[in-house]
């Protein structure tokens, strides 16, 4: 699990690194697909992977709109500023965790149930599928996009049984 949330947050960066290469009115323009653009797509990311951790710690959300975060560095620096908390119960995570539930109830009534540990892997399928959309834009815009290989990143460094 934190394998792929450490692959996650490496290609996250790299794709704010590929961004500061484009004009902002390219980042901002609106596209077919994702959250309507590559912004808006990135802000949705860190503030759906936030929210659903902040869920499960039994925090209140802090929601993070793009009217708010409708920039490159302030994005990133909401990212950095809450990348810890997600982090820290990233890399808590034990087997323990995975039949626990959050509960939810929605403004119509309804009440839903997930398990943490399906909600963990959303969370990595979810920024996975927008790194897709991301590829998808850059391809349109004639630019090579931030490799999706996990191979080779070093992420399995630490895991047991590796020397």
Not at 3 to 13: G, K
Not at 86 to 107: K, Q, S, T, Y
Not at 113 to 138: F, K, P, T
Request: include cysteine; proline fraction near 6%.
């Amino acid at each position: 699990m934190q394998t792929l949330f450490r692959y996650n947050w490496q290609v996250r960066e790299e794709w704010y690194r590929w961004c500061e290469e484009l004009p902002e009115e390219e980042l901002v323009k609106p596209r077919t697909g994702g959250m309507g653009g590559i912004l808006q797509t990135l802000v949705h990311i860190v503030d759906v992977e936030l929210s659903w951790v902040r869920g499960m710690e039994g925090k209140p959300d802090i929601p993070a709109g793009f009217t708010e975060y409708n920039t490159l560095p302030k994005i990133r620096e909401f990212d950095a500023r809450f990348r810890p908390e997600v982090e820290a119960f990233v890399m808590a995570w034990h087997e323990g965790l995975e039949r626990r539930i959050l509960r939810e109830e929605r403004p119509d009534g309804r009440v839903i149930e997930d398990a943490w540990g399906e909600i963990m892997r959303h969370i990595i399928a979810h920024e996975i599928h927008h790194c897709g959309q991301l590829s998808v834009w850059s391809r349109e815009l004639g630019r090579k996009p931030v490799s999706a290989n996990l191979i080779g990143r070093g992420l399995a460094e630490d895991l047991p049984g590796r020397t």
